[in-house]
């Protein structure tokens, strides 16, 4: 421990905005922290142990039965447990679905979808359904072309950066035709409740609401586990690790035993439903905080504004290292905004308390009335 300030791991911990790898549970830390030398009074580690053996099959099975719990997820929907973030998503997705018909469309309302049509552009015929710069709303549902040799529509339901999410897909169902919609849920998912049966895909990194990073996971409607390019490797191809229960390779097995105590912290919180109405709080408040300002302000449409990712910038941007050092004066870190639009942005996940957001809100207003 000599390289390290154990000050504020013995004293208290932070308030963690940052947008990921984010805020865990600290009930969760403090379990793996008791657990970390010997898992279960096994004496041994669960990182040092076999992905095959009875410890860890137990873990991996718990954590996906819970998972499938929590999003209420149907049978005929495989839960994939990967690696290599969701930006390797962003290429396994049309290697994984386009070998018979090589068109895809993409809706582009921020940053993070942007970069999945310029990774899909390497595998297919990719057409463009919507965009509109700045990324500040989402275009009218329906202007969105979806043509109709498209094997599906991607989307990004929150986009991390811009501060833009969207649920309510209703508007785009006429214009479907069977296609599925497939999205990058990374930063929203577990946020909220969703209908899965809405969706063909829905992938995410594990960096922001499920755990730490190194884990991706992909729910994978069934009956397109079949279309993959023969290209596609076969560690990543979704049919490949479907049938061998995610464990083709080794698996990322701490950060499934982190994710797997996560799930059981939300379930005991009272699943999804309760974490929603936290995190609708929660962001009513940093967004009522911000609104009410005169130093500080949102731009995004407010039918459109991210619950857990809140941009904002302050009117002198002159004043951005201050509120930064300050902050952190304060314990409250991760707030420097995304390097592509600067200004500030707080990451509102699950594990951050209410009262992490109450002290932000109040750092915040003490610092307006200062400057
Ligand atoms: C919406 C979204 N998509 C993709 C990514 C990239 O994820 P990864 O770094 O796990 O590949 C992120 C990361 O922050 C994200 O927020």
């Given at each position: 421990m000599d390289n390290y300030s154990t000050d504020k791991i013995s004293y208290g911990r932070l308030h963690n905005f940052s947008a990921g790898p984010a805020a865990l549970p600290k009930e969760v830390l403090e379990i793996a922290q008791r657990e970390l030398l010997s898992f279960n009074g096994s004496g041994i580690s669960i990182m040092e142990v076999s992905h095959r053996g009875k410890l860890f099959d137990r873990v991996h099975t718990e954590a996906l039965e819970n998972f499938r719990t929590l999003l209420n997820i149907p049978s005929d929907y495989a839960v994939l447990f990967m690696q290599g973030g969701a930006i390797a998503q962003n290429s396994l997705i049309p290697l994984n679905l386009l070998s018979k018909n090589q068109n895809a469309c993409y809706a582009v309302t921020g940053s993070w979808s942007n970069k999945s049509v310029i990774e899909a552009k390497r595998y297919g015929n990719i057409t463009i359904a919507c965009e509109q710069k700045p990324y500040l709303s989402v275009p009218d549902f329906n202007t969105w072309d979806i043509p109709q040799h498209s094997e599906y529509l991607h989307i990004c339901t929150n986009e991390t950066i811009d501060g833009i999410e969207f649920v309510d897909l209703s508007a785009l169902k006429s214009k479907l035709n069977g296609k599925y919609i497939i999205s990058d849920?990374?930063?929203?998912?577990?946020?909220r409740q969703i209908?899965?049966?809405?969706?063909?895909v829905i992938y995410a990194?594990?960096?922001?609401?499920?755990?730490?990073?190194?884990l991706t996971i992909a729910i994978v409607r069934?009956?397109?586990?079949?279309?993959?390019?023969?290209?596609?490797?076969i560690s990543l191809n979704w049919n490949n690790v479907y049938q061998n229960n995610s464990m083709y390779n080794t698996p990322p097995t701490f950060a499934i035993y982190i994710a797997g105590l996560v799930f059981k912290w939300l379930l005991n919180k009272g699943a999804v439903q309760t974490i929603e109405k936290e995190n609708i709080a929660k962001s009513q408040k940093l967004y009522t905080c911000i609104d009410k300002s005169s130093l500080y302000k949102n731009n995004i449409d407010k039918n459109y504004r991210s619950r857990m990712n809140i941009p904002f910038k302050l009117n002198d941007e002159s004043l951005n290292p201050q509120f930064l050092e300050q902050a952190e004066l304060n314990?409250?870190?991760?707030l420097k905004g995304h390097k592509s639009v600067g200004g500030m942005r707080a990451s509102l996940y699950n594990a951050v308390s209410l009262e992490s957001v109450e002290k932000l809100i109040d750092f915040m207003q003490k610092f307006e009335n200062s400057n």
């Open positions: 849920m990374s930063s929203h998912i577990l946020s209908n899965i049966d809405d969706y063909g990194g594990a960096q922001k609401n499920i755990g730490p990073s190194g069934k009956n397109l586990l079949n279309q993959a390019m023969p290209a596609c490797p314990n409250l870190v991760g």
